[in-house]
């Protein structure tokens, strides 16, 4: 009998993914602040409404994407044959490796950074280059000469620079992304710009795409519009550079419903907007808070902060720990002693902060 084995690059050993058959569900007497979902009630009442408006009769029929792609097109305010629907951010970052990276060619990423850049580039066989964050008095930092300089010298494929990154929060200014595309351009090398917390950060590289084919905007539906369950994202792109994405899609880029929700929220993009402003001033005075209590606070410019509890840490997270659910610790040198918690509108995050300052008495 014959073996079967598989890709070359899947028998790497360092290439290995969870079986989602055995996780545990989050507790749902807890305040879920791990994941930087969109934990704004009002928003969760408007997806509803949403939803419930869609005529069921999609569940049964085959996707229909064109009203969703005009609409989208004219609120990126680039054409339809820029954009592909793909199932999140995460699905637009694999299509890119898939049309773009041949096995053996170099991809650059940050360190730390998504999980799913370092499991790509394995997957694909690709030679991974990190470009590591440093640590300063402010949070971390990356330089952007370190970039530019790795690109002259290395002549990646690809380039991830997911902007703001995750985890660190951290952001590169309109400036320094153009330099960076032009350094691509003259290296050849394809620059994806993930901006799955748009407009959290409200700085795009969108109006790029229809100058440059060098360039790919990864978006998402599931950060700022609070629909992480329907797995829609985006790709925004060169129409010359977009099609290799159209010729690696399946039949139907999407579930019906969830081109039938965009199509449907994309007329009140006013709600999401809202949203966003009622999560940042949660965030705003959750940070003020923190700082009042004398703690370490790493603000973002995501739906995110860090902060360092100190010599109070054990007492804050016991306090917690039965109530909210968040990230306690990193294992990356630029975020060490820091925790991560989402963020959402004032009245939730009076509610932990209520529950920080209790510990404290």
């Known amino acids: 009998m014959t073996l079967l084995t598989p890709k070359k690059t899947l028998l790497n050993d360092e290439l290995v993914r969870p079986d989602t058959y055995r996780s545990v569900p989050r507790d749902k007497k807890l305040l879920w602040l791990d994941k930087n979902e969109n934990m704004d009630p009002l928003q969760a009442q408007f997806i509803k409404s949403v939803c419930d408006d869609i005529d069921p009769i999609v569940l049964s029929t085959y996707p229909e994407a064109a009203e969703a792609y005009f609409r989208l097109s004219k609120w990126l305010g680039v054409p339809p044959d820029c954009i592909l629907f793909v199932p999140g951010s995460d699905g637009a970052i694999r299509m890119t490796f898939e049309s773009f990276v041949e ?38 930092e990356i330089s952007s000469s370190e970039i530019i300089d790795t690109i002259i ?38 620059l994806l710009v993930d901006e799955a917390y748009h407009p959290f950060y409200s700085r795009t590289a969108v109006p790029l795409v229809q100058t440059s084919k060098n360039i790919i905007v990864a978006r998402t539906f599931a950060k700022a519009w609070g629909a992480a369950g329907l797995r829609i994202g985006y790709a ?42 009622r999560i940042m001033e949660g965030k705003a005075f959750f940070v ?9 606070v790493i603000d973002t410019h995501a739906n995110f902060v860090h902060v360092d509890f100190g010599k109070n840490g054990k007492l804050v997270h016991e306090a917690l720990s039965d109530k909210v659910l968040y990230r306690k610790s990193f294992d990356q040198p630029c975020l060490l002693g820091y925790s991560r918690f989402t963020v959402a509108p004032k009245g939730v995050m009076q509610n932990v902060l209520s529950i920080i300052e209790t510990s404290l008495k």
């Open 236 to 277: 925004v792109g060169h129409p010359d550079t977009i099609k290799f994405l159209h010729k690696m899609r399946p039949m139907y880029e999407v579930s019906s419903f969830a081109l039938e929700f965009v199509a449907n929220a994309l007329k009140h993009t006013k709600q999401m907007e809202c949203s966003v402003n």
């Open 288 to 296: 003020k808070s923190l700082k009042k209590l004398g703690f370490s």
């Open 153 to 190: 010298k290395l002549k990646p494929k690809l380039l991830c620079l997911p902007n703001p990154d995750s985890p660190t929060g951290t952001v590169l200014g309109e400036k320094v992304i153009r330099e960076i595309l032009k350094v691509c351009e003259g290296s050849g090398s394809l």
């Open 103 to 140: 096995q053996g060619e170099t991809v650059i990423y940050t360190n730390p950074t998504f999980a799913m850049y370092p499991v790509y580039s394995k997957m694909f066989g690709a030679v991974a280059h990190e470009i590591s964050y440093h640590k300063n008095a402010s949070g971390p």
